[in-house]
């Protein structure tokens, strides 16, 4: 399954809303999708697994939609620290798959 | 506090082998499936292989059948890649991962590694 996300880039400013979007070439089954952060020189780190399930620690501003083969990450007010590449992964089908990321960068 | 430390990168000259480690602290080892992922330079994240809790089933990424073998030794608590007939394709950062339900490689990985450097080069 490909999943592409956009934009590739998405440029805003800290306090407004970022909405991400993830699609897939075939429906994901039961939802097993995923969003990662990865900040320069990081790993990846969980968000939201499941489409909407928010992963341990994570702050209540991040949340998680979709269904089939749209998905979308919503950040509600960004933080400075929010500025990063974003990932989605699908894991329901025989190969893991990731997309190629969305850069979230301060305007 | 869960830990995945990986080791063994390099770097190698194309054809050659490198074997990679992962060791893990902090949680019961033997209870979890193990991925690991890699990350080329500048580029998105990509799966590699993923193994059972027991060994016994084994899944890889079409990029790298036949080359690559993942294996474990739950006895101390270690992940391993050997990677066989490297291509410049496969330089990139790897990492170990476990997965966030322990019975399944299918699924979001919410520990990782700080992973380590294979650079593919003549």
């Known amino acids: 399954i490909v999943l592409t996300q956009s934009p590739g880039t998405l440029s805003l400013s800290p306090g407004e809303r970022a909405t991400l979007s993830c699609r897939a070439s075939?429906?994901?089954?039961?939802?097993?999708l995923a969003w990662y952060q990865q900040k320069p020189g990081q790993a990846p780190r969980l968000l939201i697994y499941g489409a909407s399930s928010r992963a341990t620690g994570i702050p209540d501003r991040f949340s998680g939609s979709g269904s089939g083969t749209d998905f979308t990450l919503t950040i509600s007010r960004l933080e400075p620290e929010d500025f990063a590449v974003y990932y989605c992964q699908q894991y329901g089908s025989s190969s893991i798959t990731f997309g190629q990321g969305t850069r979230l960068e301060i305007k | 506090q869960v830990h995945l430390v990986e080791s063994g990168g390099g770097l190698v000259e194309p054809g050659g082998s490198l074997r990679l480690s992962c060791a893990a602290s902090g949680f019961t080892f033997s209870d979890y499936y193990m991925s690991w992922i890699r990350q080329a330079p500048g580029k998105g994240l990509e799966w590699v292989s993923y193994?059972?809790?027991?060994?016994?089933?084994?899944n890889y990424a079409d990029s790298v059948k036949g080359r690559f073998t993942i294996s474990r030794d739950n006895a101390k608590n270690s992940l391993y890649l050997q990677m066989n007939s490297l291509r410049a394709e496969d330089t990139a950062m790897y990492y170990c991962?476990?997965?966030?339900?322990?019975?399944?490689?299918?699924?979001?990985?919410?520990?990782w590694g700080q992973g380590t450097t294979v650079t593919v080069s003549s």
């Open positions: 193994i059972s809790r027991g060994g016994h089933t084994i």
């Open positions: 991962a476990r997965p966030v339900e322990m019975a399944t490689g299918h699924d979001a990985f919410d520990i």
């Open positions: 075939q429906s994901v089954s039961s939802s097993y």
